[in-house]
């Protein structure tokens, strides 16, 4: 088992690092005051990143994509973590791998343009009503003579302001449960589209996350993604890998930047004439983040491994989504705590990234969900879930 | 043309540095591309850029760590490279024979040396390489340009700058100034896993012995001795020269 990095991993994280350090990192400070990042500016830092190639890196190399390995990819998200959401977005793009499921002439229309930065596109699937059980959907797609007729509405669809498109679930089989949803590909300026307001957060500024109305809008067949009636196993096949770089390696990379900063804090900063790292009790944080970073990291890395080799990594990344997304929390945690009020207090972003993090557990598949989906495969799947000599 | 950049692998400038009693541990620090060799390769890929017909080459001295060094010049542009591997601790005059040797076999026109080492803080090697090739030298230049068969720099001296014409075969040490070097795209890093990375022994090059020894290393420190000349301007003056030659030992 070998766990060393090639030259090339080592070369691609250090060029991402850099970039992030140079042009996106002097951006953060802007955008949460200003609640936005200036187009002129999201224009400049992906130019510059796609001329460095680091733009789509996930998608395979017939679509104009750097068709990086699972595990590489991992080794860039944890990077990217090291940033902002928006400016990862702007940055580096957040093209869904579902987006592979086009066929045809959908490549041209909906996932190339996406690869080359043209297009952007978010994923519409969480209604008011319809968060974790996802097959709750109300949204409704009905055969026409063309094609399709959309009507329903979504909501907390990340980054809705900016994308021209939309990857939508809709129900287009009543009776036949999670197996009756489809997905379509919704171009914004469709007449019937109201985009909705955008709904404040408690962290992520700078993104947006947009209702969504359809009332009656015309599809034709191109806009059916995938096969219909597969629509939550597409999402199920191709959300993984997703999840497991923006949550699972961007945790990793967040809590990483967290702790590089709070041990330096607690070098530095003096109490009772010494330095606060050289009492236990901060010494114990400082462990506890090192030692939970390094087994999310491993995780991540695992999960990733299993992925290229071409399994079923799905167990894993569940595994992942809870264990990183709780790691990155407690890590915040404490750095507020060994900063102090400093932690607290809008003059450092301390208090910011410990906003962002909250998320994490939520998205994607709250804890609970992730929790439920381990328990029921090791009640299923036994100790081949844990034991590896099993 | 063949235009050959030195380069070496030094610690991270942002690396915690300890000493113990046997020299510097260097145990978990990162490395990277010397900075100021950055400056020699990204000059060589900008002179290609603009129309050069040229190939470009990177050479180090080093040990086994320095191929790290290699593939990020690689990744930047550079077409190929060679690695003298060794742990030895040479002094810059003897790295400057090694490499003045080799970059005589390959028949280069100009060469690129980082004005100064981020490690042991030696501004030597640039001009000792020039020394053994017998070249002319423009240390601390912040611009170049080739026309035919010459070069028009533009250096820092203890003036202010001069620009100066040198004949090739030349040798050239870059500082910050000079350019911005690039960072390497995806695609490059990609590439340079397949790019040639010729390996030698010291002993394929004379096996040179150096002048010097290594004994000891430390973290330099500086202290002040805080002491106060009293007594009248002239006696204070003749005070302080006495301190400055039989104490400080400078004069
Ligand atoms: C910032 C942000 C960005 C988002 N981006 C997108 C996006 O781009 N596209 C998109 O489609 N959606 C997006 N979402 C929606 C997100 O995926 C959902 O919020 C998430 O899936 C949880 O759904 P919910 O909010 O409806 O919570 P609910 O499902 O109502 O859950 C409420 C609570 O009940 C628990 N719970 C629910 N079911 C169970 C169960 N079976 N067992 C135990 N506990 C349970 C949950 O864990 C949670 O604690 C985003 C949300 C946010 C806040």
């Given at each position: 088992m070998d766990f060393s990095l090639s030259n090339e991993q080592k070369l691609l994280m250090q060029t991402v690092r850099r970039f992030i350090a140079s042009d996106l990192a002097p951006l953060e400070e802007e955008v949460e005051s200003e609640g936005e990042l200036a187009p002129e500016k999201a224009k400049a830092i992906f130019k510059k990143s796609q001329e460095l190639g680091l733009y789509a890196t996930n998608i395979p190399v017939e679509f104009g994509g750097a068709g990086l390995s699972a595990v590489d990819?991992?080794?860039?998200?944890?990077?990217?973590?090291?940033?902002?959401?928006?400016?990862?977005?702007?940055?580096?793009?957040?093209?869904?791998?579902?987006?592979?499921?086009?066929?045809?002439?959908?490549?041209?229309?909906?996932?190339?343009?996406?690869?080359?930065?043209?297009?952007?596109?978010?994923?519409?699937?969480?209604?008011?009503?319809?968060?974790?059980?996802?097959?709750a959907i109300k949204t409704r797609a009905t055969k026409t003579k063309n094609g399709w007729r959309l009507s329903g509405s979504k909501h907390f669809v990340s980054d809705g302001l900016y994308s021209d498109f939309f990857i939508v679930s809709a129900v287009t089989e009543p009776t036949a449960g999670s197996r009756g949803i489809s997905l379509f590909l919704v171009d914004k300026a469709s007449p019937g589209v109201t985009v909705g307001k955008d709904q404040k957060m408690m962290g992520l500024r700078g993104t947006s996350h947009v209702e969504l109305f359809f009332d009656e809008v015309e599809l034709s067949q191109d806009n059916l993604l995938g096969e219909e009636g597969k629509g939550l196993r597409h999402i199920l096949e191709t959300l993984g890998r997703v999840r497991l770089a923006q949550v699972g390696a961007r945790a990793v990379g967040k809590a990483c930047h967290v702790q590089s900063l709070m041990v330096d804090y607690a070098q530095n900063r003096e109490q009772f004439g010494k330095t606060i790292s050289e009492f236990q009790l901060i010494q114990q944080m400082i462990a506890d983040n090192t030692i939970e970073i390094n087994a999310a990291r491993l995780m991540v890395l695992s999960a990733a491994f299993s992925i290229d080799q071409g399994h079923d990594a799905r167990d894993l990344i569940s595994m992942v989504k809870v264990h990183a997304a709780e790691t990155l929390g407690r890590v915040v945690d404490r750095a507020v705590q060994v900063f102090g009020g400093m932690g607290f207090c809008k003059e450092l972003p301390i208090e910011r990234y410990y906003r962002d993090a909250r998320i994490y557990r939520i998205f994607d598949g709250t804890s609970e969900i992730h929790r439920t989906v381990i328990a029921n495969s090791t009640l299923k799947k036994g100790d081949a879930l844990f034991d590896m000599g099993a | 043309m063949k235009i050959i950049s030195i380069i070496k692998q030094v610690p991270d400038a942002e690396a915690r540095i300890r000493a113990t009693a046997s020299g510097i541990d260097l145990e978990g620090v990162t490395f990277v591309i010397d900075g100021m060799d950055e400056y020699g390769v990204e000059q060589s890929l900008r002179l290609r850029e603009t129309g050069l017909d040229a190939e470009l080459i990177s050479i180090a001295?080093?040990?086994?760590?320095?191929?790290?060094?290699?593939?990020?010049?690689?990744?930047?542009?550079?077409?190929?490279?060679?690695?003298?591997?060794?742990?030895?601790?040479?002094?810059?005059?003897t790295q400057a024979k090694v490499l003045a040797n080799i970059i005589k076999e390959e028949g280069a026109e100009l060469v690129f040396v980082g004005g100064k080492e981020a490690d042991w803080d030696s501004a030597a090697l640039g001009p000792a390489v020039a020394e053994a090739l017998g070249w002319p030298h423009s240390d601390w230049t912040t611009k170049l340009v080739v026309s035919g068969s010459s070069l028009s720099v533009t250096h820092d001296s203890d003036e202010g700058s001069e620009t100066l014409t040198l004949p090739l075969p030349a040798v050239v040490t870059t500082q910050q100034g000079l350019n911005e070097p690039r960072y390497p795209t995806l695609p490059n890093i990609m590439k340079a896993k397949r790019k040639e990375l010729k390996k030698l022994a010291l002993s394929d090059v004379g096996s040179p012995s150096g002048k010097t020894q290594l004994l000891r290393q430390e973290i330099q420190t500086k202290s002040r001795l805080n002491k106060v000349l009293t007594g009248d301007a002239a006696e204070a003056a003749k005070e302080l020269a006495r301190l400055l030659h039989e104490e400080a030992k400078v004069i």
């Open positions: 990819t991992m080794l860039l998200e944890e990077q990217f973590g090291h940033t902002t959401d928006i400016l990862i977005r702007r940055a580096f793009g957040n093209v869904y791998e579902v987006l592979l499921k086009c066929q045809g002439s959908q490549i041209e229309r909906w996932l190339k343009p996406c690869v080359t930065g043209d297009r952007t596109a978010s994923i519409a699937i969480t209604e008011p009503n319809a968060g974790s059980d996802a097959a | 001295l080093g040990p086994k760590r320095f191929e790290e060094a290699i593939r990020t010049s690689l990744a930047m542009g550079s077409d190929r490279a060679i690695h003298i591997e060794t742990d030895e601790a040479l002094d810059p005059i």
